[in-house]
């Protein structure tokens, strides 16, 4: 049996009942996650003015339809789903796989949900398919080297993410064994997303996740009307989806210990509306801000890995708020004058704040043999502070906030929903969703948005 048709067997089989407690739990806080980084991008104004003109375009009288969320109306599943994942990772918020170097809530939850929504799943039956979904994603990414695939130029979210989307839709749409390899083929020959949007700040990397949605539920959808994909498409020698983007690869990582150990309980939440990257340099910044005067710095060095230094480290002043979601040196010094990094320190305003400019540009990045030696597995930084007085303060930071070593607790968690669910939803229906999302097992359908 080959690793992928095992992974097929572990999706298609798996139940809820058969997983510990913590898995469970694991997924509740995910799905509540994923979905209140979406909410809170519903307003804002590129993403508001696209959904306004897509519903334009897309309108369908499909039997199944879904809500495009904190909006009013419904789509067609594919349209709906295109417009979820978007808003999904659209402010950077979402969930992290540091192993795997990806975004999985943003394209798992959103699958499930708007699926499962059109199709009427049960909550215990969305839950699981959550959890493959989680499962299947980070395992194919951790097989892969993501360090060379980065360096490449792709993004990892959208290589990978057509699996976890596949997985999801697979389980939901009750495929056999055979028709989930036939997904899997087709979602891996329809991988996608490359690193080139940084280099001018547009505005389309949440366009991956989306990407790998659609195109993870197309694959799901047509395995059931009997298009065949490829069983080998991750490691065929002509065309293998891991030889095209990566300099090596383990296709044993792939099914090791698969049903007994579950990645989903490994995801990092993002206290900070960033590139993950950043976050231990700001988590640094923000610890010894009470310890100096910032306006006293003479230079900051921040000693960090060296996909970090190349994705993260540009010296180049950000020009937009969507490069200074990607620059160490903005969020390092956001962090010292303001003593927070929230989403107003993203905005036109901030990043013209001549403070903010005046500190970035004495801050460097510099790759560190300790740090650069433990990732992915382990994301984390070294700052070190000068004075304008010669004296020295150092920081350094081993487990980010929001990491799995160092967990968002409950109460941060339904904080960090709330605080974004409340720019389109009454308190009354935040409510309802938390409760909903908590209980999910018990739910006899999922509820729309």
Same mark, same amino acid.
């Given at each position: 049996?080959?690793?992928?048709?095992?992974?097929?067997?572990?999706?298609?089989?798996?139940?809820?009942?058969?997983?510990?407690?913590?898995?469970?739990?694991?997924?509740?806080?995910?799905?509540?996650?994923?979905?209140?980084?979406?909410?809170?991008?519903?307003?804002?104004?590129?993403?508001?003015?696209?959904?306004?003109?897509?519903?334009?375009?897309?309108?369908?009288?499909?039997?199944?339809?879904?809500?495009?969320?904190?909006?009013?109306?419904?789509?067609?599943?594919?349209?709906?789903?295109?417009?979820?994942?978007?808003?999904?990772?659209?402010?950077?918020?979402?969930?992290?796989?540091?192993?795997?170097?990806?975004?999985?809530?943003? %394209?798992?939850?959103? /699958? *499930?949900?708007? &699926?499962?929504?059109?199709?009427? !799943?049960?909550?215990?039956?969305? $839950? #699981? @398919?959550?959890?493959?979904?989680?499962?299947?994603?980070?395992?194919?990414?951790?097989?892969?080297?993501?360090?060379?695939?980065?360096?490449?130029?792709?993004?990892?979210?959208?290589?990978?993410?057509?699996?976890?989307?596949?997985?999801?839709?697979?389980?939901?749409?009750?495929?056999?064994?055979?028709?989930?390899?036939?997904?899997?083929?087709?979602?891996?020959?329809?991988?996608?997303?490359?690193?080139?949007?940084?280099?001018?700040?547009?505005?389309?990397?949440?366009?991956?996740?989306?990407?790998?949605? %659609?195109?993870?539920? /197309? *694959?799901?959808? &047509?395995?059931?009307?009997?298009? !065949?994909?490829?069983?080998?498409? $991750? #490691? @065929?020698?002509?065309?293998?989806?891991?030889?095209?983007?990566?300099?090596?690869?383990?296709?044993?990582?792939?099914?090791?210990?698969?049903?007994?150990?579950?990645?989903?309980?490994?995801?990092?939440?993002?206290?900070?509306?960033?590139?993950?990257?950043?976050?231990?340099?700001?988590?640094?910044?923000?610890?010894?801000?009470?310890?100096?005067?910032?306006?006293?710095?003479?230079?900051?060095?921040?000693?960090?890995?060296?996909?970090?230094?190349?994705?993260?480290?540009?010296?180049?002043?950000?020009?937009?708020?969507?490069?200074?979601?990607?620059?160490?040196?903005?969020?390092?010094?956001?962090?010292?004058?303001?003593?927070?990094?929230?989403?107003?320190?993203?905005?036109?305003?901030?990043?013209?704040?001549?403070?903010?400019?005046?500190?970035?540009?004495?801050?460097?990045?510099?790759?560190?043999?300790?740090?650069?030696?433990?990732?992915?597995?382990?994301?984390?930084?070294?700052?070190?502070?000068?004075?304008?007085?010669?004296?020295?303060?150092?920081?350094?930071?081993?487990?980010?906030?929001?990491?799995?070593?160092?967990?968002?607790?409950?109460?941060?968690?339904?904080?960090?929903?709330?605080?974004?669910?409340?720019?389109?939803?009454?308190?009354?229906?935040?409510?309802?969703?938390?409760?909903?999302?908590?209980?999910?097992?018990?739910?006899?359908?999922?509820?729309?948005?």
């Amino acid at each position: 049996m080959t690793p992928l048709r095992q992974l097929a067997r572990f999706v298609v089989n798996f139940q809820l009942k058969d997983v510990p407690p913590k898995v469970v739990k694991a997924a509740k806080y995910c799905v509540l996650d994923s979905i209140g980084a979406a909410l809170g991008a519903v307003n804002e104004e590129e993403l508001s003015f696209i959904c306004r003109e897509w519903k334009t375009w897309t309108k369908s009288s499909s039997p199944y339809q879904a809500r495009v969320w904190g909006c009013n109306y419904k789509l067609d599943v594919f349209q709906a789903l295109f417009l979820n994942g978007m808003m999904g990772h659209a402010l950077e918020l979402d969930d992290v796989h540091t192993g795997s170097k990806s975004h999985i809530g943003a %394209v798992v939850v959103e /699958t *499930a949900w708007t &699926l499962g929504e059109a199709i009427h !799943t049960d909550g215990k039956t969305f $839950l #699981e @398919a959550v959890v493959v979904g989680y499962e299947i994603m980070a395992r194919v990414g951790l097989s892969m080297d993501v360090i060379s695939n980065r360096k490449r130029g792709w993004h990892g979210t959208g290589v990978i993410g057509t699996f976890g989307a596949a997985a999801a839709a697979g389980h939901l749409l009750r495929l056999t064994e055979e028709q989930m390899v036939w997904a899997f083929g087709m979602a891996g020959t329809q991988s996608s997303g490359l690193w080139a949007f940084l280099e001018e700040g547009s505005t389309c990397k949440k366009l991956h996740p989306a990407r790998a949605s %659609v195109n993870g539920l /197309t *694959a799901a959808l &047509l395995a059931k009307m009997g298009m !065949t994909g490829p069983e080998h498409i $991750l #490691e @065929a020698k002509d065309g293998g989806l891991y030889r095209a983007v990566s300099d090596s690869f383990s296709m044993e990582k792939l099914t090791k210990d698969l049903g007994r150990t579950y990645e989903i309980l490994a995801i990092d939440k993002k206290p900070y509306p960033c590139c993950r990257t950043t976050h231990h340099a700001i988590d640094a910044a923000l610890a010894l801000r009470s310890e100096i005067d910032w306006e006293r710095i003479e230079r900051i060095v921040v000693e960090t890995y060296e996909v970090g230094v190349l994705q993260c480290g540009s010296l180049d002043y950000p020009h937009s708020p969507v490069e200074a979601k990607f620059s160490i040196p903005y969020t390092v010094a956001a962090a010292l004058v303001r003593g927070r990094v929230s989403l107003s320190e993203f905005t036109n305003e901030a990043v013209e704040d001549e403070q903010i400019k005046a500190l970035a540009q004495k801050v460097s990045v510099v790759a560190d043999p300790l740090f650069s030696g433990r990732y992915p597995k382990r994301w984390g930084c070294r700052i070190r502070i000068t004075m304008e007085d010669k004296s020295q303060i150092e920081k350094q930071i081993d487990n980010m906030s929001g990491s799995w070593a160092c967990p968002l607790t409950k109460e941060q968690e339904i904080g960090k929903f709330k605080g974004l669910a409340e720019k389109v939803i009454c308190e009354e229906d935040m409510e309802r969703i938390v409760e909903t999302i908590l209980t999910m097992e018990n739910a006899e359908q999922i509820p729309e948005i």
